[in-house]
């Protein structure tokens, strides 16, 4: 049960303390904690990883650009031929944070800003949610350093930000939903709703798939625990039939206010998932089955790199069912922990076999990398670490005895990681041993210092952020080849050949692709995927920005046919399989070798080509490319090629075919059809009729805008006006006679 007070809770604030002289210096010392463990990433530049740059940062300013000239961003021209933005469920559209933060500051500053306030406020969160829950003032510190600064949210603040965006919301949404179940009055327990509403609407605006389920598998987990075993102690419910009601009701106001307030980025999420590669999850995908651990990588959280979950953290939070027992919520934080760790398995255990029978959707979702699931242990994790602390002081005879636990298991692992085959994670570094064993002295001598008692939790909280503070070091420091300091500022500005391409718009529409598939990494066999493309070579000025790839394109305002991009048009896909003549990794979309000379390019409106400038022998598809189109501009690093035969953006044809779904891509690919006099539909055609003079046909695109297209024609027949464009369900066409 949860410590509490004896008295009937009232309505009112101070229901989470907020002690001037204990509080207060706390999240000062957070803020300190803040400045120094994200000084190095901040200072002198930005420290950006893989999708940082390539997928978020060019999204981002594409998003705040939009906002800032009050334009909803509803789509995006300029990667894949076109894709919707809004829609999209990594381009911050109805993030807060992202959205606030990108339109109203430059880049960097916006860059800067949205990392740093993301692990600190992170942090504050766990505080007071720590604080709710009756954990002591230092306990609460250990826990929100514990949580905000964990080595994995840490480097995901580099790189994948959609994981310290659920990390910030998680623990305001367990929070909040602690609030309101408190609450006697009606009036306040709405308002807790709400909050816990746009909560849950901020996690399903950041990462909606997997880490909205598993943060709903939380919250929901958490209402469960805090209604059906263990309510708050100063409400009594009497009865099983009252406490079944009351999470009736505090679980559906959950969802209904969360899903409302999420519905301007939630529904058309939902239109363009049914329409995307992705419809329904990774289950009809090559990627369905792909990552997770073995029970030998759990060692991962001792290990001092990118999953580091902190040798102090770890050692106090196994003690907790010990130390604490069934206060501060502990068994619930335990058991999240637990289950996040047996879940992320890539073996089905019983517990996996249950929630894919229980849980619509899970057995879609889960099996594709379900080490992604470990979000949710290092709040538990983090949690049982501040009861630990929180406990010493209760019983601080027992805590000698307790400190043997983590002491004995790490004596163990080091004796065992002798005997383990090669390769694999260590069981546990020196370093993690090292800070391990120094939370455990510290923990150890504690009642036996009864006068000394506050400076020994004080050293505990000093290691801990010493433990952690070397540990982020470390993981950005030796990354594999993902993390780069850069000046955002300048970092996406135009090289000679963008410079080149932008002189070329006038008033004719084009777009281009990059290419050189030398500049790739190979997947393991396992995912069943051709080589990845590009993007795991974005820090190589050399050979991977200058050709304008991974996505350069947006913030530079040029109109490419390809993109790295996780979601994109499930017909696009097929477009490229098609133009290619084989399929690619789920993420990319990619002119490879086989489809240099597809007529499908011409449909695409595609009039140059960026390459590199030296061709080498071994590279026939370089030679034939520069023999067979122009060079129009060169530099030391690239030339850009010009495509004589790629048709204009829109033009008009007299002629039209019916045929069936799929059946269009073999025609004009094989040059069966052309579609320059053509059209292939896959509805019934109306009626058409050649013009006495074909020549006399005119198309001019007036306006060309982000999900806003204004064209004049003049023909002398009945026709149909053809456009590059991707097709999207909401588009809508009007003709002004």
Known sequence: MFE?????ARVRLSQIPLILNGDMRAVLALLAVAILMEWKILVGGTVVGMDAATLFYPAYSFLGESLSSARVPVWNPYQVSGTPFAADPQSGWMYWPAMLLFSVMPLAAAAKSFIFLHLLVAALAVYALARALRISVVGALVSAIGYGFATFFYERSICCFEHVMVAL??????????MALRQTNWVTRSLWWCAAGFAFSQILASWLGQG????LLAVVGFVIYRTLIAPPNDQRLDGGGARLRTLALHGSALLVLGAGMAAAGLLPRIEYNVLSNLAGGYADTPAAIAGGWTPRDWAKLLDRKNWYAGAVTLALAIVAPFAARGRYGTPFWFALSLGALILAGRDTTPLHWLLYHLLPGFSRLHPHNPERIM???YLGASLCAGATISALREAPTRTTLLALIPATGAVALKLAEARLPEPGPRLIPTGSLIFLLLGVVFLAVY?????????????????LVLDLFTAGRTAVDNGPGRFRTVNLNTHYDASGAAVFLRSQGGSELFRYFGYDPEVRLYEPRSMGYPPTTYRYHWRDIARGTVMLVHNRS???????????????IKRYDEYMSALNGREQEYRESNVLAGGLESPLLDLLNVRYIVVPRATVNHRNDLQRLTEIHPTVYRDASVRVLRRQQSLPRAWLVHEAQRVKRGEALALIGSGTVDPRRVAL????????????DPTSDRVRVDLYEPGRIRASTSTGA??????????YPAWKAYVDD
């Open 169 to 178: 919301w998680l623990p305001l949404l367990m929070l909040t939903v602690e």
């Open 447 to 463: 009642p036996l210092l009864p006068r000394y008692r506050p400076h020994v939790t004080t050293l505990i909280l000093l290691v």
């Open 4 to 8: 509490g007070s004896s008295l009937r």
């Open 554 to 568: 947006v913030p530079l305002g040029l109109h490419d046919i390809q993109g790295y991009r996780p979601v994109r």
């Open 681 to 692: 539909l896959e509805d019934p055609p109306p009626p058409l009729a050649l013009p006495p």
């Open 718 to 727: 009945a026709g149909l006006l053809v456009f590059s464009e991707v097709y």
């Open 212 to 215: 909205s389920y598993y943060a």
């Open 375 to 377: 979000l949710l242990f």
